[in-house]
């Protein structure tokens, strides 16, 4: 006896992702990315940012919004992270550029 086949609208979406690779340039992934930016203001964070979703909730954002595997990937293509989500890490960015822009 051959099983049913199964019901579409009960399966789970499958469909491919758009993510931002090291080089910046945006490629498609089978898995979704772990961190969340904003493609104008070269920022990365977590997913869950109050911050983004505040922006988000009000309408802002999404259409800036691009995705990262890694920290590592994000910050090779030339983003930041986020003040609010990542403050040490933030901090520690800001810290480093004040270091290496000072005469």
């Known amino acids: 006896m051959t099983p049913a086949p199964a019901d579409p609208a009960r399966l789970p979406e499958r469909r491919p992702h758009t993510l931002i690779g090291p080089d910046g340039v945006p490629y498609r992934s089978a898995t979704p990315g772990s961190l969340g930016g904003h493609r104008g203001m070269r920022l990365y964070?977590?997913?869950?940012?109050?911050?983004?979703?505040?922006?988000?909730?009000?309408?802002?954002?999404?259409?800036?919004?691009?995705?990262?595997?890694d920290e590592a990937t994000a910050i090779a293509a030339g983003y930041r992270p986020c003040a609010v989500c990542l403050p040490r890490k933030y901090a520690l960015w800001k810290a480093n550029r004040e270091n290496t822009t000072t005469p």
């Open 45 to 69: 964070g977590r997913l869950d940012c109050p911050s983004a979703l505040r922006a988000i909730a009000r309408g802002h954002y999404v259409k800036h919004r691009v995705f990262f595997t």
